[in-house]
């Protein structure tokens, strides 16, 4: 049997990947250039401006950083912010077809 | 033991929202209403009811309030008029999508402009779609005892419930009203279950973005589209009839006073024209009902009291064998005619009932309505009918020349 949602009103519990992936939303993809980015030249906890910038919680302050693109959007707030110039917006070349 | 007092629409709506033991009142003061959630003001602040009353800036805020007390549990009251209930609009949707049980008394007042602080029913008409279960009362007794029904069907069925009640008519003239015995009122109604308990050990998003199709949440349980829920709402309320009808009958069984569940009836025996109203022009009516009966017309009333849910398979069996229809209203939709009318004539489709049914626009922003006035427009319309009128939609007692 299929699990049924007998809710009444519309509700969710969250939790990852509530809304489905929504990475498949994006357009440019971020590239990060670790060995322009602070945190890994330096090889400690540092700058993190892209971790705190990001409008959807899914970069990982660790060194290297990491970005989950199962739900980055491609915003590109990231890059934007990025004072190393060390993520670039990419746009996949069957986009620009 | 039966304890009758003289008191307003508006006390007698008070006084059933405290037997009902509400816990989270909010409201912001509009004429006629006013005098309602003052008087509650009055009991908390003496400690005569114990409930928050939350003072707010606005009636769409009032709603919110409610919205919010009642997903966390609490049994929770307002009541507003005209431009208030208005403003409360989005956020009426807003409870009746969440399935919220929040029982609102509105006080029939004319919508401007230009301003009027007097009785017609075009604000509550005017939310007729929002989700709301509407019951309009023809007298104070009924305004008591709609309350405590109301919370008693609202916390079955999860629907909100809007008690209205014509303004000044009803909401500030004196009328004895029985009051029920408070322990009795506890044992018809009992403590109000929400159906999803708001906790921090066990968070969620109440109404999130849900999208048209119906989509598998992060567990895999596979949660309903948009229409889906909508569906859920439409198939409460048209399933709400039952329970209403239910509700009054143990209401008459316990109090001893029976309203007449969706609609009732008088003097319908033998028929030949029935008068068809809802609220104190419904009991205006009854009056006029008795006149023409004098006078040797067999005239009937039936008395719409719920609105939405609207009583359809009840009109059919009310107007199976009747030869003349006649509604009035205190209320337009403008460009096509009164909204009881126009349903009336809906339900009525494909059934083989082919009566003639004429509408009346009667009592905008207070105008009086008088049962000698009904009388001439039964006459009237009688006279019409036999000439082979079959529809009519004028307005009573307004100069209807451009």
């Given at each position: 049997?299929?699990?049924?949602?007998?809710?009444?009103?519309?509700?969710?519990?969250?939790?990852?990947?509530?809304?489905?992936?929504?990475?498949?939303?994006?357009?440019?993809?971020?590239?990060i250039?670790?060995?322009?980015?602070?945190?890994?030249?330096?090889?400690?906890?540092?700058?993190?401006?892209?971790?705190?910038?990001?409008?959807?919680?899914i970069v990982t302050a660790g060194?290297p950083i990491e970005i989950n693109?199962?739900?980055?959007?491609?915003?590109?707030?990231?890059?934007?912010?990025?004072?190393?110039?060390?993520?670039?917006?990419?746009?996949?070349?069957?986009?620009?077809? | 033991?039966?304890?009758?007092?003289?008191?307003?629409?508006?006390?007698?709506?008070?006084?059933?929202?405290?037997?009902?033991?509400?816990?989270?009142?909010?409201?912001?003061?509009?004429?006629?209403?006013?005098?309602?959630?003052?008087?509650?003001?009055?009991?908390?602040?003496?400690?005569?009811?114990?409930?928050?009353?939350?003072?707010?800036?606005?009636?769409?805020?009032?709603?919110?309030?409610?919205?919010?007390?009642?997903?966390?549990?609490?049994?929770?009251?307002?009541?507003?008029?005209?431009?208030?209930?208005?403003?409360?609009?989005?956020?009426?949707?807003?409870?009746?999508?969440?399935?919220?049980?929040?029982?609102?008394?509105?006080?029939?007042?004319?919508?401007?402009?230009?301003?009027?602080?007097?009785?017609?029913?075009?604000?509550?008409?005017?939310?007729?779609?929002?989700?709301?279960?509407?019951?309009?009362?023809?007298?104070?007794?009924?305004?008591?005892?709609?309350?405590?029904?109301?919370?008693?069907?609202?916390?079955?069925?999860?629907?909100?419930?809007?008690?209205?009640?014509?303004?000044?008519?009803?909401?500030?003239?004196?009328?004895?009203?029985?009051?029920?015995?408070?322990?009795?009122?506890?044992?018809?109604?009992?403590?109000?279950?929400?159906?999803?308990?708001?906790?921090?050990?066990?968070?969620?998003?109440?109404?999130?973005?849900?999208?048209?199709?119906?989509?598998?949440?992060?567990?895999?349980?596979?949660?309903?589209?948009?229409?889906?829920?909508?569906?859920?709402?439409?198939?409460?309320?048209?399933?709400?009839?039952?329970?209403?009808?239910?509700?009054?009958?143990?209401?008459?069984?316990?109090?001893?006073?029976?309203?007449?569940?969706?609609?009732?009836?008088?003097?319908?025996?033998?028929?030949?024209?029935?008068?068809?109203?809802?609220?104190?022009?419904?009991?205006?009516?009854?009056?006029?009902?008795?006149?023409?009966?004098?006078?040797?017309?067999?005239?009937?009333?039936?008395?719409?009291?719920?609105?939405?849910?609207?009583?359809?398979?009840?009109?059919?069996?009310?107007?199976?064998?009747?030869?003349?229809?006649?509604?009035?209203?205190?209320?337009?939709?403008?460009?096509?005619?009164?909204?009881?009318?126009?349903?009336?004539?809906?339900?009525?489709?494909?059934?083989?009932?082919?009566?003639?049914?004429?509408?009346?626009?009667?009592?905008?922003?207070?105008?009086?309505?008088?049962?000698?006035?009904?009388?001439?427009?039964?006459?009237?319309?009688?006279?019409?009918?036999?000439?082979?009128?079959?529809?009519?939609?004028?307005?009573?007692?307004?100069?209807?020349?451009?």
């Open positions: 049997m299929e699990p049924k949602d007998d809710n009444i009103s519309a509700m969710c519990k969250p939790a990852v990947g509530e809304a489905g992936k929504t990475g498949d939303w994006r357009d440019a993809t971020p590239v250039d670790h060995a322009k980015c602070i945190a890994s030249v330096k090889n400690r906890p540092a700058c993190y401006l892209c971790w705190l910038y990001c409008p959807e919680g060194i693109l199962d739900y980055c959007k491609g915003c590109g707030i990231c890059a934007e912010e990025c004072p190393a110039k060390a993520i670039t917006m990419v746009i996949p070349e069957e986009a620009n077809r | 033991m039966s304890d009758v007092q003289i008191m307003t629409g508006n006390t007698a709506a008070a006084t059933g929202a405290k037997l009902c033991k509400v816990q989270v009142v909010s409201a912001y003061p509009i004429t006629p209403s006013t005098s309602v959630t003052e008087t509650i003001a009055n009991w908390v602040e003496k400690g005569e009811l114990k409930a928050e009353y939350v003072r707010v800036e606005s009636e769409h805020s009032v709603m919110t309030v409610c919205i919010s007390a009642s997903t966390v549990g609490a049994r929770v009251f307002t009541s507003t008029s005209s431009h208030g209930l208005l403003y409360m609009h989005e956020q009426l949707h807003w409870a009746a999508g969440s399935r919220l049980p929040i029982v609102l008394c509105c006080i029939n007042r004319g919508v401007g402009a230009p301003w009027s602080i007097f009785n017609d029913q075009q604000d509550s008409i005017a939310q007729r779609d929002t989700g709301w279960i509407q019951i309009y009362c023809r007298d104070n007794q009924e305004i008591l005892d709609s309350v405590i029904q109301a919370y008693r069907i609202a916390e079955q069925v999860y629907c909100p419930v809007m008690v209205c009640y014509d303004g000044f008519v009803l909401s500030h003239t004196m009328m004895p009203v029985d009051i029920p015995d408070a322990e009795q009122v506890c044992r018809f109604l009992p403590p109000y279950k929400p159906h999803t308990i708001l906790s921090p050990e066990d968070p969620r998003n109440i109404n999130p973005v849900i999208f048209p199709w119906q989509r598998r949440d992060a567990e895999g349980i596979l949660r309903d589209g948009y229409m889906d829920m909508r569906w859920k709402l439409q198939h409460a309320l048209e399933g709400s009839r039952e329970v209403i009808v239910n509700t009054c009958r143990e209401y008459a069984e316990l109090f001893g006073r029976d309203h007449g569940g969706m609609l009732w009836k008088y003097r319908t025996d033998n028929a030949e024209v029935l008068i068809t109203a809802m609220g104190s022009i419904a009991t205006e009516a009854t009056m006029a009902a008795d006149i023409l009966r004098e006078k040797g017309i067999r005239a009937g009333v039936i008395g719409v009291r719920v609105y939405r849910p609207f009583p359809r398979e009840e009109i059919r069996e009310a107007f199976r064998t009747i030869p003349a229809i006649v509604v009035f209203e205190k209320n337009i939709s403008y460009g096509y005619e009164g909204a009881l009318s126009a349903d009336i004539k809906a339900s009525l489709y494909g059934t083989g009932i082919d009566a003639p049914v004429h509408n009346y626009i009667a009592g905008l922003g207070g105008r009086d309505v008088k049962a000698r006035e009904l009388v001439e427009a039964i006459h009237a319309s009688l006279a019409a009918i036999a000439s082979g009128s079959r529809e009519r939609q004028t307005w009573l007692n307004c100069v209807t020349e451009s």
